[in-house]
């Protein structure tokens, strides 16, 4: 892979070599805390009831806080594909659904993840948590650019499964440090405890940066699991006991950057992979319609607060469309470097938006949405949404499903279906969906297969 150094960082690189300097500090330390079927109503400052959230809501009150912000599918596997290489899913072939403990594919070697562009550029990358970006071997976090994993290879409901469909029957889930399998079937309570004492070892082995950490739990996904120290915390049940603990998670980690001096220069991204799951006693979306494996804002709309503190004004709040497929050409910013000009991505460099919420518009002129098979059903521009299809979050029952437009300005939980009035506008919206998915799907690269040699 090409290095993407550029000529200041090579410079600052070359006078750090030369002075003896252990690291430039122009480069900022990255840490994506992404969380399992969160609902965009589950933390303090998105509304949540039932809970607290004081480590999230300090995140929030001393960051950027994001009301639409979107993931470009709505479950664990395309999301996960999404986030490490700024593209849609089926650009990268993981649209369809999520992968199994019987799955034989991943994400492609070829494709180029966030990790795999930060480590030419000096940075010690890790991954704690859940992966789910294929399980064979050669399709591991340590083979696409993280130089150090502690979590396991897919969801916590994959825990000795039996697929009666396939008769395959999934072994206990196994918890990976590097590419050894250390525990079989580990107990789910201690999951989020111990990822965070990981991440804790990880930043202060890491003081001398720079430094990338993907902290990816396991929780809320069901089943949920909560430590004893939790258990029977919130009046949400054991929701909001998982969420209760994660938020320790959170101030764990705002703690440990304290006190190792990194706290200026560490960038903390918390976001979600999808909406929560349509279940009694699960998360919630906001008020918003639908969830999980839905298209509807319920499922594409997450939580996302962005802190640091030497360049991100306290208390900012964004109305802005982003991703986070934003996230790897940003991050690849920050650190001083620049995109493979071969490399095609949807996301965009949002660092303008981060540093001047206020006045710096959206990079997207629209934002598609994918069903959990990747076929395209919905198309925000500006505040219009257009529903052409769903094949999740609509009942049968009710008959075929009626093209839909929404203001989402006026109207975010999408119950005013405006299409009658708005003939042209529906026209040109879904000839702009079609003409997208023909092009991604015309350009879209190879999932990753097994080598069979
Ligand atoms: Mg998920």
Same mark, same amino acid.
């Given at each position: 892979? *090409?290095?993407?150094?550029? @000529? ?26 992404? /969380? ?40 664990? /596997?395309?999301?996960? &594909? ?7 899913? =089926?650009?990268?072939? $993981?649209?369809?659904?999520?992968? !199994? ?10 494709? /180029? ?52 469909? *396939?008769? !395959?029957?999934?072994?206990? $889930? ?36 720079? !430094? ?35 938020? @320790? ?16 220069? /560490?960038?903390?991204? !918390? ?16 008020? %918003?319609?639908?969830? =999980?494996?839905?298209? @509807? ?15 991100? *004004? ?52 629209? %934002? ?25 979050? @609509? ?39 079609? %003409? ?7 350009? &879209? ?9």
């Amino acid at each position: 892979m *090409r290095r993407i150094v550029t @000529w200041p960082l090579a410079c600052s690189l070359l006078a750090c070599a030369l002075s003896g300097c252990s690291r430039p500090t122009d480069q900022p330390n990255f840490i994506i805390i992404f /969380t399992d079927d969160q609902g965009y109503g589950d933390t303090g400052r998105y509304g949540a009831v039932g809970f607290d959230t004081p480590n999230l809501d300090r995140l929030a009150d001393e960051g950027l806080r994001f009301t639409d912000f979107y993931v470009p599918a709505t479950v664990c /596997t395309p999301s996960r &594909a999404a986030l490490m290489t700024g593209s849609y899913p =089926k650009r990268v072939g $993981l649209h369809e659904a999520v992968l !199994f403990p019987y799955s034989e594919h991943g994400l492609n070697l070829d494709e /180029t993840t966030i990790p795999e562009l930060l480590q030419p550029l000096g940075y010690r990358t890790g991954m704690i948590g859940k992966w789910h970006l294929g399980h064979q071997a050669e399709f591991m976090p340590t083979r696409q650019g993280f130089s150090y994993f502690f979590g396991v290879p897919y969801s916590n409901d994959m825990d000795g499964f039996l697929y009666r469909d *396939r008769g !395959f029957q999934s072994p206990p $889930l196994p918890l990976y440090e590097d590419e050894a399998v250390v525990e079989d079937g580990p107990d789910q309570a201690q999951l989020t405890r111990r990822y965070t004492e990981a991440a804790v070892q990880f930043i202060e082995d890491s003081r001398d940066g720079p !430094f990338f950490l993907y902290l990816a739990h396991n929780m809320p996904h069901l089943p949920l699991h909560a430590s004893e120290a939790f258990s029977g915390t919130s009046e949400r049940g054991l929701y909001g006991d998982v969420i209760q603990e994660i938020d @320790w998670s959170v101030g764990r980690i705002l703690a440990t950057l304290e006190a190792t001096g990194l706290d200026e220069r /560490t960038v903390i991204v !918390f976001t979600s992979d999808n909406g929560p799951v349509l279940r009694p006693n699960a998360g919630s979306a906001g008020g %918003l319609r639908g969830g =999980k494996a839905t298209t @509807w804002e319920g499922g594409s709309r997450v939580p996302a607060i962005v802190r640091w503190p030497s360049s991100i *004004r306290a208390g900012s709040v964004s109305g802005e469309i982003a991703t986070t497929m934003d996230l790897l050409p940003t991050l690849v910013s920050l650190a001083g470097g620049a995109m493979p000009e071969a490399l095609v991505v949807d996301g965009f460099d949002i660092t303008a938006l981060l540093l001047r919420p206020e006045t710096e518009p959206s990079p997207y002129d629209a %934002l598609y949405y994918y069903s959990r098979d990747g076929l395209p059903e919905a198309i925000r521009e500006g505040p219009w949404k257009l529903h052409v299809a769903k094949s999740r979050g @609509w009942n049968p029952a009710d008959g075929d499903f009626p093209v839909s437009l929404y203001n989402l300005a006026e109207d975010a939980s999408e119950t005013q279906n405006l299409a009658l009035g708005h003939p042209d506008l529906v026209e040109r919206l879904r000839d702009k969906l079609t %003409l997208f998915d023909a092009a991604l799907t015309r350009d &879209a690269r190879p999932v990753g297969t097994r080598d069979p040699g």
